[in-house]
């Protein structure tokens, strides 16, 4: 995900596109709308996590916001829907196409032949109301699709302003796994739903009329396939144009379309039926990103769990962090000998401290060790420790998640969302902090992975820090997306701003860290 934008959430009534780079910083005073919006991140997870009925859990594993009416804004007398867009990159290559193994659209991929098509970025635009999606428009090059429901069925789909669907051949597939209801073509005659790479006999023949009727092109059935087979494929305007304009052995077409552009009506109607046959395939591929990524979501609460001087054992298997670090302690338990040591011997180089477990009968204690100090319980020190041992430990969890990646030659996206990590932190901490978020950022891209850390703070030191390592070049200031938060009149306002090559951030405000009048 490159970018976020929230419409009529809490006291968001609109964000703006809030660009998500590799490290991005939501700085704000206390209830300015800050923790919504990173918020957002483990309320999607939650929802995918579960079959479900309702488009969004509001409540779950990770967050509770009560109801829907509960998010949209207070005193909000209109009925609104609740808006989510967001920008993401389509997968381009074979061995991403891995992911649809297990969809009946693995088939048609292939045959798409994603690895040659252009830049595939995608605008999405959702809009919620309480208990369905009630429309989208998903972009991708200059196409675009929109779709309204009503009741569970299509109300319209258009595409391209200027295509209106026949809503008698297709139908809504509203999976309880996806986030995205899907549009799929319905074959005349059936009851049944099949997908397009079934019903392509049928969804090709208005593309044939054209080509027979208006261009007067006659070929035998076989080969009039493999001409228009040439032509589905994802691909802008523009480039459909060209095809069109060099496509070897149709004669006629290449003399129509020689000296057209892309406002000529037969191209425009020839475009959108392209489009309407390959729609499913964007929109599974959508989902199943969607799905991908906020699996490989982390959220960490703003207060996480106080240690406690025993832990009784449980025979569960536990591999991640839960959002308020309640299981850490089992994590470390499942641990084998060498995972541990590994983790000790990184937080040691990286903070200056190593964490391990002190096994007794039934039980477990969390013990830590500060330089050359003596091993001591975790319960014994300040609440700093136990606040930041989380984050460490999952941030140690992705690096060594994005080793297996390099080592099974895998590509994945992770998302690390942290609320106040400078809990109790003494200041030089919160630095050293930093410094590790820098090197987790610098490991993914080594290894051709994507990590992103979210978080929203009220600490100067953390920012500061970010600003000493770009001066330092540690970090590249175009990695960083500074967010300033406000509000006025129960309405949250989005900045964004950046760190100049020096390490100061730019159109900072007057007063914006500074105590209330």
């Not at 690895?115 to 995608?122: A, G, L, P, R, W």
């Amino acid at each position: 995900m490159k970018k976020l934008q929230l419409k009529n959430f809490r006291s968001i009534r609109d964000s703006g596109e809030i660009e998500i780079k590799p490290i991005t910083v939501l700085l704000g005073k206390n209830s300015c709308g800050k923790s919504s919006f990173i918020r957002m991140f483990p309320l999607i997870k939650q929802s995918l996590e579960k079959n479900r009925q309702d488009p969004l859990l509001w409540f779950g594993d990770y967050v509770d916001f009560g109801s829907f009416e509960e998010v949209l804004p207070k005193g909000q007398t209109e009925e609104k829907d609740l808006t989510i867009a967001f920008d993401m990159d389509l997968l381009k290559n074979d061995e991403d196409v891995r992911y649809y193994r297990n969809l009946g659209t693995f088939k048609y991929f292939k045959h798409l032949n994603l690895q040659k098509t252009e830049n595939m970025s995608v605008h999405v635009i959702i809009h919620f109301k309480q208990k369905h999606i009630s429309s989208y428009t998903v972009k991708f090059l200059n196409q675009e699709v929109s779709v309204k429901i009503n009741n569970n069925e299509i109300e319209q789909c258009v595409i391209n302003d200027d295509y209106n669907l026949n809503l008698d051949c297709y139908t809504l597939h509203d999976s309880s796994k996806y986030l995205l209801p899907n549009i799929l073509y319905v074959r005349k005659g059936k009851d049944e739903f099949v997908r397009y790479f079934d019903a392509q006999e049928d969804e090709l023949k208005p593309i044939k009329n054209i080509f027979m009727r208006e261009l007067g092109v006659k070929l035998k059935e076989e080969t009039f396939d493999t001409y228009i087979g040439k032509l589905i494929k994802i691909q802008s305007q523009k480039t459909l144009l060209d095809n069109l304009k060099k496509l070897s052995g149709c004669a006629a077409v290449k003399k129509y379309f020689a000296d057209k552009n892309c406002d000529n009506p037969l191209f425009k109607e020839i475009n959108n039926l392209i489009v309407l046959i390959i729609v499913s395939s964007i929109i599974d591929q959508i989902n199943i990103q969607i799905e991908d990524e906020f699996c490989n979501t982390f959220y960490l609460k703003p207060l996480r769990a106080q240690a406690n001087r025993y832990y009784r054992v449980q025979g569960i298997s536990v591999k991640s962090v839960d959002a308020d670090g309640s299981n850490l302690p089992m994590v470390l338990y499942n641990m084998t000998g060498d995972q541990r040591k590994s983790f000790s011997d990184w937080c040691n180089e990286k903070l200056g401290l190593c964490f391990s477990i002190k096994k007794q009968e039934g039980h477990v204690s969390l013990m830590v060790k500060v330089g050359d100090d003596c091993e001591i319980n975790l319960a014994d020190t300040g609440y700093g420790y136990s606040q930041v041992l989380p984050i460490i430990l999952q941030l140690w969890l992705v690096i060594e998640r994005n080793k297996l990646d390099v080592k099974e030659k895998m590509h994945n996206n992770y998302t690390i969302v942290i609320e106040q990590p400078e809990l109790h932190l003494h200041p030089a901490f919160q630095s050293k902090l930093m410094e590790v978020f820098v090197a987790l950022v610098d490991l993914a891209k080594d290894s051709g992975n994507s990590i992103k850390i979210i978080f929203e703070t009220h600490s100067e030191h953390m920012v500061n820090g970010l600003g000493r390592l770009i001066s330092a070049k540690k970090i590249k200031k175009d990695d960083i997306n500074i967010v300033l938060v406000s509000k006025e009149n129960n309405i949250s306002n989005f900045k964004q701003t950046c760190f100049d090559e020096n390490g100061f951030i730019e159109e900072w405000p007057i007063g914006f860290m500074s105590p209330e009048d």
